[in-house]
């Protein structure tokens, strides 16, 4: 759900080519499924998908070690601190995913890189903090040809619910996104991904248009979200949980 808003940012701004990376990840056909749909309907210009099998060979990871159970969410979903990295945390997956789009980048002579890292209402990854993508642009800077792309990450501030009222509000395809860390053909509901996703279209107003395990589907396109949006502002009686 970040990378398809996050798309639409930079499908706005820019001609806008998407990268997918199966990593091995549990879901990696249901998320490339997701990723083709969202950068067709965003009209993006390419889609490149590259497969890396390092983080499935050296494991560690439930979202790619089919020893390691994926955990169900808590009752304080997306308050982990930095001692408490959940185990589906995939060690360093972000640098080897930014390697190959600056890689791509400078073959394109594009100069910015988007990626939908999002610090607050996460799961405390290492590799979504700030200081993390000025770390790394630092070595863009040192370690390309030019020096001079740019890593933009517009929703690193941003709470989950502000993300999902984003998405509203430029049309991207939200209806076509996948967050479950372990369904493929419904989401689970129950792992953390889900659970962050649930309670941000619950805090705006709104109905995830995905398929849940023993739950019908909400909004079936981003049209009916729209609707939804527009419904749930118009109404005095709506409030936004905090």
């Not at 890292?117 to 040809?145: H, M, N, W």
Request: proline residues 4%; hydrophobic residues 40%; glycine residues 8%.
């Amino acid at each position: 759900m970040d990378s398809c808003v996050c798309a639409a940012l930079a499908a706005r701004d820019f001609d806008a080519y998407a990268l997918h990376i199966g990593y091995g990840q549990r879901t990696e056909e249901r998320e490339l499924r997701a990723a083709r749909g969202v950068a067709e309907a965003l009209g993006f210009k390419d889609f490149l998908h590259l497969k890396l099998d390092l983080f499935q060979r050296i494991g560690g990871s439930a979202l790619t070690d089919e020893r390691i159970a994926v955990p169900e969410a808590g009752e304080e979903i997306g308050a982990h601190t930095a001692a408490e990295i959940p185990v589906t945390y995939v060690p360093f997956r972000n640098a080897h995913f930014l390697s190959a789009a600056v890689s791509w980048s400078e073959v394109l002579g594009a100069k910015t890189v988007f990626i939908g890292a999002v610090e607050q209402d996460s799961s405390g990854y290492p590799d979504c903090r700030p200081a993390y993508y000025e770390a790394f642009q630092e070595l863009i800077r040192r370690g390309t040809k030019e020096g001079d792309i740019v890593i933009r990450t517009p929703l690193i501030h941003l709470q989950k619910k502000e993300i999902v009222a984003l998405g509203v509000e430029l049309r991207a395809p939200l209806d076509l996104t996948w967050s479950c860390y372990s369904g493929s053909d419904e989401a689970c509901g129950i792992c953390e991904s889900c659970a962050l996703r649930l309670r941000a279209f619950r805090q705006a107003g709104l109905q995830d248009p995905i398929r849940y395990a023993g739950r019908k589907p909400g909004a079936g396109s981003g049209a009916e979200l729209q609707e939804q949006a527009a419904a749930h502002l118009a109404d005095p009686r709506s409030t936004r949980e905090e």
